[in-house]
Structures are given as structure tokens and as C-alpha cells.
């Protein structure tokens, strides 16, 4: 049931337009007025919805102007729903300030959850680490994105980075320069859209791949960079990376962790890590 005097934030499809709640079309439909990003754009999944609700536009260089005049649409009693061009509204898109403008008036707001690039990608990494670090887009110009990365460098959670394509060489190349070359980096470029690729590799290994193919310095991308390694990260011996060795060489990556973990009664997790390593090494 729609909740008048209230502003929904609707998170929308990053690519494929099937990926859209039938909760969120619910209320793309019956809210009075839709506040979009770009309205041509947001203006397409409506109407690929048979959706003819009034639109809006509310982007970061009008939001704090806009917001004003969607908390008088408010106050008369109207309901509002905010969208961006693609994912969750305030995620390194416009909303944020709407979002804050709102709630300190007293009104509701209420997320509408749904697609998002960055926990997209990560659930299809295989990145056993359970902890992350979103960054969302680095600093466009060279110095001050090495500066920020530096800022990073000892974080042992996974970093991640929205990248745009005529900087995603050289965000590469300064991830080298700050993190070292062996780094682990997984590029998930143009999520849910017809050419998605999802990379793997060093990030020496990476760059090269990158360089080679102008088709991956196109469309949008996310940046997963493995953490610093921690003081505390368990050892393996030299007796249980032979065992892992020679199983990987005969079973399933998963399989000869567990029987290796088994045999030398070291760390699961360490050895899993390892087993990565060595099979990426392997493929190359």
C-alpha cells in the first residue's frame, strides 16, 4: 500500500532491464511524481513498464534546488519516488542530500532496495574475505588518486572502486605503483549488459590483459583489489603446499582444500587463498 506524504528511494536495473522489483514497479506506478537522474533515461524504464508517471529531474547539480520543491510536493500530500540512471539511489549518485533534506523535515523515506553494481560484483568474485571497504569512484586525477589509494594500501578488506573507461588504464597502473604488481584485482565491467566480463588476475597481470583489448577499456566498471596481507595471516608449510599441489593437479579446487586441510591439519582459509593463487598462476 503506497504511504502518501512520503518519499521512496526505488533502486532500478544497472543493465538488464528485467532486473527491476515488481515491489519497485508497484511504486514507480503510483507515486505523483518521479524525481529521475535523467529523465530521458529513467523516461525508457517506464515506459518499457507501460509506467506514465510524471518525471522530474533531479541530478547533483540541481538536487538541493529540487529538493525544496519535492518537500512542498510533500507537504500538499503528494508521494514521491527517486531514481538514478541505473542502481541505488545515493551510491555514488545523486540522493544523498535529498535523502537528509527529507528526513530532518519529518518526512518518511523508505528504501525500495534492488540492484547494485558493487555487491553485484562481489557475489560472483568468489572472494572468500567476508569484509569489504566500498570506495566508489577514485579521484580523476593521478596524484590525488595515489594519494588516495595510499590511504588504503594497509586495509586488509577488500577494496572497491567504481572505475570509468578512459581512466581505467591508468587507475590500474597507479594501483601498481601503490599496492605492488601481485595484488589480486577482479574487473567486472558492464554488469547485466550484453558484453559483461568478469576478470580475475594480478594486477600486473590485469593491466597487460586491459592494455591488449580496447573492447575491456569500455563501459562501466568495478574494481575488487584483495587487502594487505595481515601480520597474523597464517603460515603454510612447504609439506602442505607439495599436498595441495599434487591434489589440485586431480581434483576440484574445493575438494583438494578440504583433503589437504585434512591431511596437514593447517588453515582452511589460508589454503583456499593459496589454491586461488596457484591455479591463476597455472592458467596463465
Not at 591508468?170 to 558492464?190: H, K, L, P
Not at 596437514?264 to 589460508?270: D, G, I, L, Q, R
Amino acid at each position: 500500500m503506497l504511504e502518501k506524504n512520503a518519499l521512496y528511494v526505488v533502486a532500478t536495473p544497472i543493465g538488464n532491464l528485467s532486473d527491476i522489483s515488481l515491489r519497485a514497479l508497484d511504486i514507480l506506478a503510483k507515486v505523483d511524481v518521479v524525481a529521475a537522474e535523467h529523465t530521458q533515461n529513467s523516461g525508457y524504464l517506464l515506459a518499457a513498464h507501460a509506467i506514465r508517471t510524471k518525471l522530474i529531474s533531479l541530478h547533483q547539480h540541481n538536487e538541493m534546488a529540487v529538493a525544496g520543491k519535492i518537500l512542498a510536493l510533500l507537504a500538499s500530500g503528494k508521494s514521491v519516488a527517486l531514481v538514478t540512471d541505473a542502481g541505488t539511489p545515493g551510491i555514488s549518485d545523486p540522493g544523498a542530500i535529498l535523502v537528509k533534506h527529507i528526513r530532518a523535515h519529518g518526512y518518511p523515506v523508505i528504501p525500495i532496495p534492488g540492484a547494485n553494481a558493487a555487491v553485484c560484483a562481489l557475489s560472483v568474485a568468489g572472494i572468500v574475505n567476508p569484509h569489504f571497504l566500498f570506495y566508489g569512484f577514485l579521484p580523476t586525477k593521478s596524484g590525488l588518486r595515489k594519494r588516495a589509494l595510499s590511504a588504503l594500501k594497509s586495509h586488509p578488506y577488500t577494496l572497491v572502486f567504481y572505475e570509468a573507461p578512459h581512466r581505467i588504464v591508468a587507475s590500474v597502473a597507479d594501483m601498481i605503483d601503490i599496492f605492488g604488481s601481485q595484488r589480486e584485482i577482479t574487473v567486472a565491467r558492464e554488469l547485466t549488459k550484453l558484453f559483461e566480463t568478469i576478470h580475475t588476475g594480478t594486477l600486473e597481470a590485469t593491466l597487460v590483459w586491459v592494455q591488449a583489448d580496447a573492447d575491456q577499456q569500455k563501459g562501466e566498471f568495478v574494481l575488487l583489489v584483495s587487502g594487505a596481507e595481515t601480520a597474523d595471516k597464517p603460515e603454510i608449510s612447504d609439506q602442505a603446499r607439495h599436498t595441495l599441489q599434487c591434489l589440485l593437479a586431480e581434483l576440484p579446487l574445493k575438494q583438494a582444500v578440504k583433503l589437504t586441510a585434512e591431511i596437514t591439519h593447517e588453515n582452511k582459509n589460508a589454503l583456499y587463498q593459496l589454491a586461488l593463487q596457484l591455479k591463476t598462476t597455472h592458467t596463465r
